[in-house]
């Protein structure tokens, strides 16, 4: 039994040496302007590339702002992983919490249970999509409605507006991505378009795995595809890589006719290697950066009572000029940008 | 001091208190009743399937298809729920497939004779496989009436019914542990099989039951996970057997099967609620939390081995002194 | 399990003729390396009655330390970094095995102890930030593109005749050596073994250090084959692969028997399921079902072969 208490020993140790909060995070007052407001962002997981530019957004905004950030997210991306993370920062008594969901409808009570405390609750990048009262205001990556459209006409001028093309997305249920398929499925029926012919759609559940299975049974199953857009940045890397190992892109050994053309949505770090190579010619993406300097702002000024949101108001949004809220009062962050072996040594994230 | 140590809870009660020291010191925000409790409804789907897995590591065995069993029920419950079925006819509906799937499970250890961790690694993918495949990345929304089973309090009070309902059942299960023939059972058949067949213990059927025990535990928890969030998806608890595991054998029954309490797995479940909500209202990374779970589990039963080998010798050396 | 994998193929070949293109041979053939590698580790541990479910966490984690490795220096030799992902994955290993068979803890708690582990470390060390492809050096992605040989359109990667090459040295190490049949000895007989001279504690930590020194090799795999690795994607779950493999390849599930070309064998099987179910257009979230299925298959053919063997041998 004695040896339990080498165990008892060894938790405390654990326990102890697990870092200690920063004391300034909820304790620090700025002189002169009263009590500091405190934000918090949680990323849909850690690790994820995407969130971190989000995340170096809400630092600078709140560094100008002079309020407090920390971040804190989940390991995994699963539904219900968030849940705890809110009821923590709830319980420490933060002024703003901003979000990326998880689930458009697994958050609602905690949420309520925030706003119910005070706290705004602005959602980023991903919104509650039918729960939209759950929380107090958006800011979405980009105008949704234009992602679709711009995605066809980047793989359309690749092509030359004619061939098989396939969508390589993420899971079966992923909002953003269905509501941006549906809106390329609509582009297409457009007579511009009408020699670009959609043969499947495939989902890789954003796996590396899955995605690289996935895209290649795409190419088993269309030998005659021209194209892929991969609206999705996990998706994207994956058919890159795939692309590049069987040397079918555009141009490259083992290309059969004029080879395969790569688009999609992806973090420049991720696709730079691929871009230099010239496996993809371009793709898009928007500035997440933008979210989350946005949501930033707007989630203290809605807590210091300065700012109260509805659709059609304008607001000054420091360096990023003016922004108008939406009916379902959003803010959008950027249009889309599109990188390619011209631009892309401009953009690291 | 040696005779308040042979109590398995000792462990578990002494770490409760360490912990409760530990994150008061962390943070300004841990010593808060109310926060407290509410924060405990988080952990009572971990709690009710940590009463099963007592029951199954007591008996010699492990499952660790709990999470994915509890999944399982809770998205074909959440379907029937939208079928328009009936708040009873989906409680017993749940319960008896927790029960059939606990079942599969104890057959093929039990008949089949097949070591429990394999038998429970193939279905902890088939189980959470058949939820992927039936609903892919969807959620099944649960009506609303049913929602906020966490938010409910004990009239006039801040504690959580769940909580007291978790309670209850530990109770109960503690009696079936202590006071039963079936209690008995289990023991004896974790302690040693052959023997306890030989005394005319139903081996099989005892192992069936514990495993059966553990799906119904499993269901009950996807019920309660369910009202609490109010969707039900293919990902629910996901890696949940780890906590599960980890709260049992901190709580003092022996992996090796044979001994084993209810009140130390409760004691051990605190104890890991107050670590994780500790941790997180400190601001302490989630994936710190997994590293100190782990390795809670892998030194608790490292430390107990160590100890009772120290123990057996000084015994041997007791008996060989003249 | 020839057959099976013919009988699988064959299917596939008659929902889909295009299953049979160069294409996703190529695919088969890129998809079991990963698993082979692994997998022969898994079998022995398997054999010795044990099991190891931290697989996919090491190979994440190996992964994870070599990419960082590349990040810091992109001069370094992408072999150098291969022994280097050896190396750490042989630590990791050695911690399972010492618990295994020293501390005397379960394979199962020990390994689902350090699964967790190693998946926080793999976070903690990374601050969250994943190895992109830039990262990586060049000649680690020719270990995907590129191979020794190629037969028109259908190449054998790198990667697969690393594999392969391993997969040889195991068989050789298993069957000829004293170290490898005694894994066999401890794994059919426990006590029988002890008494006969096996020096047991020393075989059943072998397995599991051997194992990590694989899932090691396998992350810088993982790297060349993926060219990214993210923290809370690379190997998740890979696990359950591995062992519906092993299961599949006919290793005895209650330890004792199991042979390399078996393992083999059930990664191609289990490639060609893979790859079938994304040609046939089946979604991929399937994929765990399968493998539960397999796994609970291999499990029953186990129990009822060893039923009638025990059957005809009271008779």
Known sequence: MKASWIGLIALALVIGCAPKEQAATTSGTASGSGKKLSVVYIPKNTGNPYFNDVKRGFEDACKELGADFTTVGPATADATSQIPIIKEQIQRGVDVIAISANSPNALNQVMDQAKSKGIVVITVDSDLTGNESHRDACTLPTDFSKVGEGQVELLGKLIGYEGEIAILSATTDAPNQNAWIEKMKDTLKEPAYSKMKLVEIAYGDDEPQKSTTECEALLTKHPNLRGIISPTTVGVAAAAQVLEQRGVYAGGPYAKGMGIELTGLGTPDQMRRFVESGVVKAFQLWAPYNEGFLAAIIGTRMKSGELKPVPGLEIDALKLGKRTFTEKLELVGSPLVTFDKKNIGDFHF | ?322 | MLLLLVLVCAIAAIREPRFLDPSSLNSILLWAPLLIVVGIGQMMVIVTRGIDVSVGSSLGLSAMLVGMLFRANPELNAVLGAVAGILLGLVMGSLNGALVAWAKVPPIIATLGTLSVFRGLMFIVSGGEQIDGNDLPVALSRWTLGGPLSFGAVTVSWLLAIALALAAAAAWFLGKTRPGRDIYALGSNPEAARLRGVQVNRASFLVYAITGALCGLAGVMYAARFGFVNPATAGQGFELTVIAAVAIGGTKITGGSGSILGVVLGCFLLGSINVALAVLGIEASWQMLVYGVVILLALLIDSLTRKTLEGLQTR
Request: charge should be positive; aromatic fraction near 6%.
């Open chain 2, 1 to 322: 001091m040696n005779h308040v140590l042979r109590h398995r809870e000792m462990i578990p009660a002494v770490l409760v208190i360490v912990a409760f020291a530990v994150g008061a010191l962390q943070s300004p925000f841990f010593l808060d009743t109310r926060y407290l409790l509410d924060s405990s409804t988080l952990y009572v789907e971990a709690g009710l399937l940590a009463l099963g897995m007592t029951l199954v590591v007591i008996s010699g065995n492990i499952d660790l298809s709990v999470a994915s069993t509890l999944a399982l029920v809770a998205v074909i419950s959440a379907k029937l729920l939208e079928a328009g079925w009936s708040l009873p006819a989906v409680v017993v509906a749940a319960l008896a497939l927790g029960a059939f799937l606990g079942a599969v499970n104890g057959c093929l250890v039990a008949y089949a004779g097949i070591p429990s961790f394999m038998v429970t690694v193939g279905t902890l993918a088939l189980y959470r496989g058949i939820a992927h495949a039936m609903l892919g990345a969807q959620s099944v929304n649960v009506p609303s009436h049913l929602l906020g089973i966490d938010m409910a309090y004990v009239p006039g009070t801040v504690v959580p019914v769940s909580l007291v309902a978790l309670g209850v059942i530990a109770f109960g299960i503690g009696l079936v542990l202590n006071r039963t023939v079936l209690g008995h059972w289990i023991r004896a058949v974790g302690t040693n099989e052959k023997a306890s067949f030989y005394s005319g213990v139903p081996a099989a059927g005892v192992k069936v039951g514990v495993f059966v025990i553990a799906g119904m535990m499993a269901a009950l928890a996807a019920l309660h996970i369910n009202s609490r969030l109010g969707v039900a998806r293919f990902d629910h608890a996901r890696g949940l057997e780890v906590d599960v595991i980890t709260a049992v054998v901190l709580g003092g029954t022996s992996i090796f099967g044979g001994k084993g309490s209810i009140l130390g797995t409760m004691l051990a479940l605190l104890l890991l609620a107050l670590i994780r909500t500790g941790m997180g209202v400190a601001n302490v990374k989630a994936e710190y939390q997994l590293a100190v779970i782990g390795s809670l589990l892998v030194l608790t039963v490292v430390a107990t081995n160590l100890g009772e080998r120290f123990a057996s010798r000084s015994r041997v050396k007791l008996q060989t002194q003249p």
